[in-house]
């Protein structure tokens, strides 16, 4: 089991920027399990979508909405993700989910809301 804490998500302004971050904790096994780190997104009235996913050899993949303005890394030491937003529009306003793929059934953070106002 992986547990993960998620941090940084707040009120900004229209082309402002935040970063998300996401720190796992877990068994050894579990960690080491891990094969990718990732944020997921949902509004109110839609449904969770990828938003941008990084994997253990470093290759990432972007939601097409983000590309360009987002940036996602990761801290293998500290196993921790992080998401940069920049040029945040209000159509990037949802609840921000940490998620990581592993070994059984991927774990979810309890969301971070992120509110961007026009």
């Known amino acids: 089991q992986v547990q993960l804490v998620e941090s940084g998500g707040g009120l900004v302004q229209a082309g402002g920027s935040l970063r998300l971050s996401c720190a796992a904790s877990?068994?050894?096994?579990?960690?080491?399990?891990?094969?990718?780190m990732g944020w997921y997104r949902q509004a109110p009235g839609k449904q969770r979508e990828l938003v941008a996913v990084?994997?253990?050899?470093?290759?990432?993949n972007y939601a097409d909405s983000v590309k360009g303005r987002f940036t996602i890394s990761r801290d293998n030491v500290k196993n921790t993700v992080y998401l940069q937003m920049n040029m945040l529009k209000p159509e990037d306003t949802a609840v921000y989910y940490c998620?990581?793929?592993?070994?059984?059934?991927?774990?979810w953070g309890q969301g971070t809301q992120v509110t961007v106002s026009s």
């Open positions: 998620n990581v793929r592993k070994i059984g059934p991927d774990s």
């Open positions: 877990g068994s050894i096994f579990s960690i080491l399990s891990i094969n990718a």
């Open positions: 990084i994997f253990n050899s470093g290759s990432t």
